[in-house]
Antibody
Framework: QVQLMQSGAEVKKPGASVKVSCKAS????????ISWVRQAPGQGLEWVGW????????KYAQRLQGRVTMTTDSSTSTAFMELRSLRSDDTAVYYC????????????????WGPGTLVTVSS | DVQMTQSPSSLSASVGDRVTIACRAS??????LAWYQQKPGKVPKLLIY???TLQSGVPSRFSGSGSGTDFTLTISTLQPEDVATYYC?????????FGQGTKVEIK
């Protein structure tokens, strides 16, 4: 069965960086993409970005452009999201979710989700 | 970028009521619209994709409709276990924006 396992909770100081991992199993990693979605405490869902497992193509939310980088390691079926220059408003649960392999994609909805990784930014 | 606007932001209804949640896209997105349910402290769950296709295992009291810019999620007979926040999302291309959510409570 499809599973997405995420790395553990992180506590970071403002200005630091964090790298969250998402290890996929139960499907062919290179046939799909991974979206990252975050949710600040008590707030709604915010799309962070997407990476294709097929060709490594990426798309990022404009407000995070320049601070976020998404990568994959197909040898371990793992996706990574790195966020730099952390601020207090980056405190959130970060989810990975399986989506389609292309940007313009009729399968871009998220059926399978990881359990989430809490990233806390505090001095 | 296409903006997604949900209404209302919250609602309170009685068990057995018909509940309707609206989602409007600022530009046409054909039928590339998904609905998710998120219960408190839980991971979001896919309910509907392609605007009206019910995900396997989702109760048939949930339905979706619409195309272009205006979409609707309907719960035909509200149940206590439907207490949750519901989100729409456009997914045809990046950015795959979510609506701000609609919190559904029992009166």
């Amino acid at each position: 069965q499809v599973q997405l396992m995420q790395s553990g909770a992180e506590v970071k100081k403002p200005g630091a960086s964090v790298k969250v991992s998402c290890k996929a199993s139960g499907y062919t990693f290179t046939s799909h993409g991974i979206s990252w979605v975050r949710q600040a405490p008590g707030q709604g869902l915010e799309w962070v970005g997407w990476i294709s497992g097929y060709d490594g193509n990426t798309k990022y939310a404009q407000r995070l452009q320049g601070r976020v980088t998404m990568t994959t390691d197909s040898s371990t079926s793992t996706a990574f999201m790195e966020l730099r220059s952390l601020r207090s408003d980056d405190t959130a649960v970060y989810y990975c979710a399986r989506v389609g392999p292309f940007d313009y994609d009729s399968s871009g909805f998220a059926h399978y989700w990881g359990p989430g990784t809490l990233v806390t930014v505090s001095s | 970028d296409v903006q997604m606007t949900q209404s209302p932001s919250s609602l309170s209804a009685s068990v057995g009521d018909r509940v309707t949640i609206a989602c409007r896209a600022s530009q046409g997105i054909s039928n590339y619209l998904a609905w998710y349910q998120q219960k408190p402290g839980k991971v979001p769950k896919l309910l509907i994709y392609a605007a009206s296709t019910l995900q396997s295992g989702v109760p048939s009291r949930f339905s979706g409709s619409g195309s272009g810019t205006d979409f609707t999620l309907t719960i035909s007979t509200l149940q206590p276990e439907d207490v949750a926040t519901y989100y729409c999302q456009k997914y045809n291309s990046a950015p795959r924006t979510f609506g701000q959510g609609t919190k559904v409570e029992i009166k």
